[in-house]
Structure formats: structure tokens, C-alpha cells
């Protein structure tokens, strides 16, 4: 008979903040369900009325505790959570307050000011109000992407060692192979981000992050 698991996450396989806490949940060693929530199949399954009365805003990741009856919605939020409940595994956040600040900080400059930019449903919305096709949306997605690397690149260069901060895996790597996945998806050159394309490689030679890869998922298309 198998253990129940009292860990659910509503998501999408290619969603970078579904990403995010996979690869956090893999570096705490938690056990969890993974509810596929399909962004397109159906005309988008995060419309549903059954998925409004777990998430209304219609918006993946969602974060469940069966056994406490807990639900949470945003990435970042979820991913502390998770580090600050279970001493399991990697801890993500550094326990000096300066240092737990910069971390948030970096760790924004991507959840915050480059990913919604070129969010799925922002470039869907594009495309409907200003007839954008499909080369124009990825370029502005481009844009952002990059405009945001080359600003990142620069904060983190008197910070960084293997990882984004210093030597021990944190939020802002969590928060920063999902961003590289989309942005080699969309055809940029990660040699332009030398320091951002090391720290990926080295988080992509550990199994929570390879794992957490969105071609890994039961629902990747």
C-alpha cells in the first residue's frame, strides 16, 4: 500500500513559476503529487470552474497541504514556505538578514521584473490587441529577457561563486535555470551571459534540478 501524500502542486509543465517550486520541492526532498493544469488543452484547463475554486485567478502554480489545509498561489511564496517549514534538504534562504534581502532581491529582478514580460497570457493579450504575430511577440520577449540578464549579470558578479550567491544553491537559482530554459527556447544566446550560463550548467549537474525540467513532466507536450 502506497504512503498517502499530503503535498499536492497544481501546474503546468512548461510554466516557469510551476518550475521554480519543482525544483524547490525536489531540493527539500518533499514528496508531492504533481496535478497537471493544462495552459492550453480545452481552451485552458486553469479556466475551469473546478480550478477558480482552487485558484481564482486561474493561475499555476497552486500549492496544497491536504493535511493542514493550506493553499498558496505565488511561486515565491510557496518556495518560502517550503524553506522555512521543513528542515529537509537544501536550505534556500541564508540566515544572515542582509544576506536573506539580497537574496530576495535578486530573486525578484527575475519573478518580478523580466518573467511576467513574456508571460504566455501577456503575449496572448498582445497578439489580440495589437494583431502582433508570433516572430514580433518573441522578440519582445527576447527584449525583456535580455535586458534583464544584462542588468543581472552585473549584480551578481561581486556576489556569485558556483551559484547565483556565493557557494550554496538559494531562491535566486531556483528562480533563475527556468528563466535560461525560456530564454534558450526563444532563441537567445546564452554566450552573451557567460557568468548566468555557468551558474545554469552547474544547477543542471544536480538531480533536483534536471528532475524539475519541464521535458520530465507526465504532461510535457
Known amino acids: 500500500m502506497s504512503e498517502q501524500v499530503d503535498l499536492k502542486l497544481y501546474g503546468y509543465w512548461r510554466s516557469s513559476a510551476t518550475y521554480r517550486v519543482r525544483i524547490a520541492l525536489n531540493l527539500k526532498a518533499l514528496p508531492y503529487e504533481y496535478v497537471p493544469i493544462s495552459l492550453v488543452a480545452d481552451g485552458g ?52 538578514t542582509l544576506d536573506r534581502a539580497r537574496v530576495r532581491m535578486y530573486a525578484q529582478d527575475i519573478a518580478c521584473d523580466v518573467q511576467p514580460l513574456a508571460n504566455s497570457g501577456v503575449i496572448k493579450k498582445s497578439q489580440t490587441l495589437f494583431n502582433a504575430n508570433d516572430e514580433q511577440t518573441a522578440a519582445w520577449s527576447r527584449y525583456w ?76 507536450k
Open 145 to 220: 529577457i535580455s535586458k534583464g540578464f544584462t542588468a543581472l549579470s552585473k549584480k551578481l558578479a561581486g556576489r556569485s561563486g558556483e551559484y547565483c550567491y556565493g557557494y550554496d544553491i538559494t531562491l535566486v537559482d531556483v528562480c533563475l535555470v527556468p528563466q535560461v530554459y525560456n530564454a534558450e527556447r526563444l532563441g537567445i544566446n546564452m554566450d552573451e551571459f557567460p557568468l548566468l550560463q555557468k551558474i545554469n550548467r552547474n544547477c543542471l549537474t544536480l538531480d533536483a534540478f534536471k528532475d524539475a525540467s519541464p521535458e520530465r513532466q507526465v504532461d510535457a
Open 45 to 96: 484547463q486553469h479556466k475551469t470552474a473546478e480550478y477558480q475554486n482552487i485558484n481564482p485567478s486561474m493561475l499555476v502554480p497552486t500549492f496544497v497541504d491536504t493535511d493542514k489545509d493550506i493553499t498558496l498561489y505565488q511561486s515565491l511564496a510557496i518556495i518560502e514556505y517550503l524553506d522555512e517549514k521543513y528542515a529537509s534538504g537544501t536550505q534556500l534562504m541564508p540566515k544572515h
